[in-house]
């Protein structure tokens, strides 16, 4: 049984876009390969667990730089895994970059390595300098590139320079995940019945920069008292955020709600707000969840993002200009005139998530690229 090393910024229960599709290809190769995964603590110190009954190595982080973790643990232990372990295969999930010199140093001529290329660094500026002849090496040294969108590899200059090695595979969602409850579908009740007549929107991410929420809270300024906009998710912008809201009734904050909350939040909504707003948002998992439950999408247009990809325009939503709040307003308010318009899109919305993104199509793409590696 050949050996697959999965090398992951971190990984389950830390819960991030990035970790969910790691976790995805580690249980779509399970039974098939030998697996270990190596990442970061997201809590303190070294240890070894086990997650889907695969050893996870998680090394204790002494400092972040730029959102991008420092370990002095992590080349010993990756060191150790590569000298006992010896995989055949390393899965590298991208951007990692401190550690993707680390791996180069180690990486032997033998060993098969995929670089899952998740989006490029884009707001570190010091940081996306300093690590291109990096990037270029591994690039060079990779066997196989993943993208999970077209229009992320039309749109970085890394992939398109080895388009002959890149692949696309679209991220995933879980249906079973989102299979609703009776007690879901009464909390989505309970939540209708609040606000009878009303449109109900949501919004889920953390709190940062690039997710554009302030841009839906100035939108909100110029909607009508129909609508009831949530915001679910919390983080370093909040209190900025709050504050942005202040004396707008139409916004509610959330917080950190769970899985079953938000699942009923997804139910009972009228649309899907997604104001992000760069290309640090390469796919867009939160906006295919929504998707997937039959809602429309308003969309910020994001040049070479993966986002307009996810949700069409026209046909699954209604993609407007970059930060364009009045279009923003408009484009909520256009579907909000609309029902029908509202009940088509999201078919079509919910069709494109089960032909395109669940998980089981992804694991057969995932199986597909490891299988014929050269």
């Known amino acids: 049984m050949k050996r697959v090393l999965h090398i992951s910024k971190y990984y389950y229960p830390f819960m991030g876009g990035t970790e969910q599709i790691a976790q ?47 370990s002095l643990s992590y080349g010993k232990y990756l060191k150790t895994i590569f000298s006992s372990f010896h995989p055949d295969i390393v899965i590298f999930h991208y951007p990692n970059p401190f550690v993707a010199g680390i791996l180069l140093g180690l990486i032997s001529k033998k060993t098969k390595l995929i670089v899952y290329w998740h989006l490029d660094i884009v707001k570190q500026k010091f940081l996306r300098r300093f690590f291109v002849s990096q990037n270029i090496k591994l690039i060079k040294r990779a066997d196989l590139l993943i993208a999970t969108s077209p229009k992320y590899v039309d749109g970085s200059p890394y992939l398109k320079s080895a388009i002959d090695k890149c692949l696309v595979i679209p991220n995933c969602i879980n249906a079973e995940r989102h299979a609703l409850t009776d007690q879901i579908l009464k909390t989505a009740g309970r939540i209708r019945s609040m606000h009878s007549g009303k449109i109900i929107c949501l919004a889920v991410g953390r709190h940062i920069e690039y997710k554009g929420f302030k841009y839906l809270i100035r939108a909100s300024r110029h909607l009508d008292d129909r609508f009831e906009i949530y915001l679910a998710g919390e983080g370093e912008e909040t209190k900025r955020l709050k504050k942005e809201a202040s004396g707008d009734d139409k916004i509610h904050f959330l917080g950190a709600i769970d899985d079953d909350e938000l699942k009923a939040y997804f139910s009972a909504m009228d649309i899907f707000c997604f104001p992000s707003i760069t290309k640090n948002e390469a796919f867009g998992l939160a906006l295919a969840e929504a998707m997937f439950y039959g809602k429309p999408a308003v969309t910020f247009t994001i040049p070479d993002s993966g986002v307009n990809y996810v949700c069409l325009n026209g046909e699954d939503g209604i993609e407007v200009q970059n930060r364009n709040v009045d279009a923003y307003a408009a484009a909520l308010t256009m579907l909000a005139d609309d029902p029908q318009l509202r009940k088509q899109m999201g078919e079509n919305a919910r069709n494109r998530v089960i032909n395109n993104f669940l998980d089981d199509q992804f694991s057969e793409n995932i199986k597909n690229a490891v299988k014929n590696l050269r």
Not at 40 to 62: A, L, M, P
């Open 24 to 70: 995805y290809c580690v249980n779509s190769l399970k039974g098939d390969y030998d697996q270990k995964v190596i990442c970061f603590n997201h809590e303190n110190g070294d240890r070894k667990d086990f997650v889907d009954e695969i050893e996870v190595f998680r090394c204790g982080c002494i400092v972040r730089i730029s959102s991008q973790s420092i």
